[in-house]
């Protein structure tokens, strides 16, 4: 979504893992009840192994904002435009459907999501915010030093990661899921591009990240699996907030894998047109009454091969979702999106 002069797939491969994980955290969360479990204190004996999973994949959205950051957003009005056109087609497409088939009500809900999806799905409506604020985040950080930079960093992690995290107050950061999350997590990704070698950031090799990634993993599970032991199972689920400092620390770990690998990835159909259909996964996958389906096919698998099976065949079950939202881009590009850039351009 992100535009740059020369793709880097090691980029786009990241993107299309950070859909990936998003895919499945909504899918733990509510299909396999994660969510429920901890806030009620009813963890299953494969309640570890989703805790752990969770801690995984947790970090799909911080990442996506990350990269946005580290590609930088160039904002041209003909692409938002385009973007907004599509996120509104699609979901009053998903609502008038859901409505003539029975599933949802027509009600004042349905009404407002119809009118106002930005605030249905919180991450889209953040997204089209940040492309709006890009040209101003963009200028900052063209006009800061190493030094103002590793400030930012501490305080991105004292204000946002501690403070936001265990008290928030008046930030109002809803535990990372806000625009000011978005926004921090995009200064920090273009920090990291412009500063990369000066702060000498690439300095160790992969290893080291991926093994201080695995250890916050292990260390975010462990705090929540004692938290819920101590009977704080509300608190535990904070613990996935996008703001948790092992989660973000996750997230920028991640990053800096991917931007330490050889990038030397040849190009395939996948890497050209899964990352181009973030917007469209995003809303046939999440939030909307699309999710029965999800909901209904892993309950399905569940009663037939196991709840172990089915958390081991999860990452398939994203994949497709993925694929098919893919599809739906594809056909939507050819069709639509020619329609109105032809328009537009007139």
Not at 16 to 37: A, R, V, Y
Not at 54 to 66: D, K, P, R
Not at 259 to 288: A, D, M, V
Not at 305 to 316: A, D, N, S, V
Request: proline share 2%; hydrophobic share 50%.
């Amino acid at each position: 979504m992100s535009q740059v002069a020369k793709r880097d797939l090691r980029i786009d491969l990241l993107r299309i893992f950070s859909m990936l994980f998003i895919i499945m955290h909504h899918c733990i969360i509510n299909d396999f009840g994660l969510q429920t479990m901890l806030k009620e204190n009813t963890l299953t004996r494969f309640g570890n192994l989703l805790i752990i999973m969770n801690s995984i994949v947790i970090v799909g959205v911080n990442l996506f904002f990350l990269m946005s950051g580290y590609c930088k957003i160039h904002l041209k009005p003909q692409t938002v435009l385009l973007l907004i056109i599509k996120v509104y087609l699609i979901s009053t497409l998903i609502q008038l459907t859901g409505l003539l088939s029975g599933h949802i009500p027509f009600d004042s809900d349905w009404i407002k999501n119809t009118l106002n999806p930005f605030d249905y799905y919180w991450f889209l409506g953040a997204y089209i915010l940040l492309m709006f604020t890009s040209p101003l985040l963009n200028l900052i950080i063209n006009n800061i030093s190493l030094s103002m930079f590793k400030s930012y960093v501490i305080g991105f992690f004292l204000i946002i990661c501690i403070y936001g995290f265990t008290i928030d107050g008046s930030l109002h950061l809803s535990y990372g899921y806000s625009y000011l999350m978005a926004v921090a997590l995009y200064i920090l990704g273009n920090g990291i591009r412009k500063f990369q070698n000066e702060w000498r950031l690439l300095l160790y090799n992969r290893k080291f990240y991926i093994l201080t990634w695995f250890t916050v993993i292990l260390l975010n599970s462990l705090l929540i699996k004692l938290l819920y032991k101590s009977g704080n199972g509300l608190r535990a689920w904070t613990f996935y907030a996008y703001n948790n400092p092992c989660v973000a620390i996750a997230s920028i770990t991640l990053l800096l894998f991917a931007i330490r690998s050889n990038n030397n990835i040849k190009t395939n159909w996948f890497l050209r047109n899964l990352p181009q259909s973030t917007i469209i996964t995003y809303l046939i996958h999440s939030t909307c009454w699309l999710t029965i389906f999800r909901q209904s096919f892993i309950m399905w698998q569940i009663n037939h091969y196991g709840i172990l099976f089915t958390l081991c065949m999860l990452p398939l079950f994203a994949f497709c979702i993925y694929l098919l939202a893919t599809f739906i881009n594809i056909i939507y590009e050819k069709i639509l999106g020619n329609f109105f850039r032809r328009i537009l351009r007139n």
